[in-house]
């Protein structure tokens, strides 16, 4: 089955620091990755929305200068952090998804394992 | 905006039962629902889709219902075991904003022995 990996699987880092986390898709072209941020207890939000060699959408309320998302390959989207803090402390989460084909029917995403991003 | 809810964060139950889930959404009519598990620490694994047209869907001991008219899936889990004992996530893929997936909030199922 199709394989998604994250790097590293956790991090420390002090406050005002950046931290990249890099998103692989293992066996498959991604044409689409999407980043998510999961707090405890609580549902996946989706923070933005990256296509190969464009720009990523983000969403609203999700700051696209502190979140620099890249996705310069079919195989590989990187999220940095920058000037983290606190508040930024959560579990970040990529999914991949390949061409859907004639018709615009879409793929299953596939998670990754996710990222712990602890900033003190 | 698009809001799906499930009905529970957390639901116990005797191995062997059947587990159900419910998920309901508004505001919008998906063409995609899908169901996911989520274990501690880790990303979400896909379990089943359903599509608008679809009435239902079985994969082993899972099944899945989707009603459009009550806005609702439900997801069973038949013969239950501990190892089932999990996060359950719902979500709608958006069709028109990219197939992006909007999740509920999740539903921790306790299987005890």
């Known amino acids: 089955g199709a394989v998604v990996s994250q790097h590293p699987s956790r991090v420390i880092c002090k406050s005002g620091t950046s931290v990249k986390i890099e998103c692989r898709s293992l066996?498959?072209?991604?044409?689409?990755m999407f980043w998510y941020r999961q707090f405890p207890k609580q549902s996946l939000m989706l923070m933005a929305t990256s296509n190969e060699g464009s720009k990523a959408t983000y969403e609203q309320g999700v700051e696209k200068d502190k979140f620099l998302i890249n996705h310069a390959s079919l195989t590989l989207s990187t999220l940095t952090v920058t000037s983290a803090h606190p508040e930024d402390s959560s579990f970040y989460i990529c999914?991949?998804?390949?061409?859907?084909?004639?018709?615009?029917?879409?793929?299953?995403?596939?998670f990754g394992p996710g990222t712990r991003l602890t900033v003190l | 905006s698009q809001k799906i809810e499930q009905n529970s964060e957390a639901l116990n139950i005797q191995e062997g039962k059947t587990a159900t889930l419910t998920c309901n959404y508004t505001?919008?009519?998906?063409?995609?629902l899908q169901w996911y598990r989520q274990d501690p620490g880790r990303g979400p694994v896909f379990l089943l889709l359903i599509r608008e047209n679809e009435k239902e869907k079985r994969k082993e001991r899972l099944k899945v219902t989707f009603d459009t008219t009550l806005k609702q899936s439900l997801f069973h889990i038949t013969a239950s075991q501990p190892a089932d004992s999990a996060t359950y996530l719902c979500a709608l893929l958006i069709y028109n904003q990219g197939g992006k997936l909007i999740f509920g909030q999740g539903t921790e199922l306790s299987v005890k022995p």
């Open positions: 066996d498959f072209q991604a044409t689409t």
């Open positions: 999914s991949a998804r390949d061409y859907g084909g004639a018709g615009g029917t879409y793929n299953e995403q596939f």
């Open positions: 505001n919008y009519s998906p063409a995609y």
